[in-house]
């Protein structure tokens, strides 16, 4: 594997302890590793996270792929800005119990669900009532 990309997956891992963990001390206990593991990840003095992906992927709760930082499809072409960012938002989420994301979930597509109830609502009647007249 290329220096970069074990970088790119270093840079990852760390990301992740950071949001996840409120201490590198914290997830060195969590994960039964010894003290100044995570500070020999982050000075670039080991990379023994590599051999630790399919531990590490099972504690965030991400696919290998994911925490790789490797798209899960490759092509995303014909997903919008506003799809990508709804994505990574929805990612954030991984932290969280699946029953809490199952609400998220749930809340997330009742409030698409409502506005575009609303949307179709408010054009139907748009219709009926027919094209404005000049002065109204």
Same mark, same amino acid.
């Given at each position: 594997?290329?220096?970069?990309?074990?970088?790119?997956?270093?840079?990852?891992?760390?990301?992740?302890?950071?949001?996840?963990?409120?201490?590198?001390?914290?997830?060195?206990?969590?994960?039964?590793? @010894?003290?100044?593991?995570?500070?020999?990840? *982050? $000075?670039?003095? !080991?990379?023994?996270?590599?051999?630790? &992906?399919?531990? %590490?992927?099972?504690?965030?709760?991400?696919?290998? @792929?994911?925490?790789?930082?490797?798209?899960? *499809? $490759?092509?995303? !072409?014909?997903?919008?800005?506003?799809? &990508?960012?709804? %994505?990574?938002?929805?990612?954030?989420?991984?932290?969280?119990?699946?029953?809490?994301?199952?609400?998220? $979930?749930?809340?997330?597509?009742?409030?698409?669900?409502?506005?575009?109830?609303?949307?179709?609502?408010?054009?139907?009647?748009?219709?009926?009532?027919?094209?404005?007249?000049?002065?109204?």
């Amino acid at each position: 594997m290329k220096q970069d990309n074990t970088e790119r997956i270093r840079a990852r891992i760390l990301a992740l302890i950071e949001s996840e963990f409120e201490s590198d001390a914290a997830f060195e206990r969590a994960m039964g590793l @010894g003290d100044k593991t995570v500070n020999n990840w *982050r $000075r670039a003095r !080991s990379s023994s996270f590599m051999k630790m &992906l399919p531990r %590490l992927s099972e504690e965030f709760k991400v696919n290998i @792929g994911e925490l790789m930082d490797m798209p899960l *499809r $490759r092509d995303t !072409s014909e997903l919008s800005e506003e799809e &990508l960012h709804l %994505l990574k938002l929805y990612r954030k989420s991984r932290s969280m119990p699946e029953s809490m994301r199952g609400a998220l $979930r749930d809340t997330l597509e009742s409030t698409i669900n409502l506005y575009i109830t609303s949307y179709n609502e408010v054009k139907s009647a748009a219709k009926r009532r027919g094209p404005k007249k000049k002065g109204e």
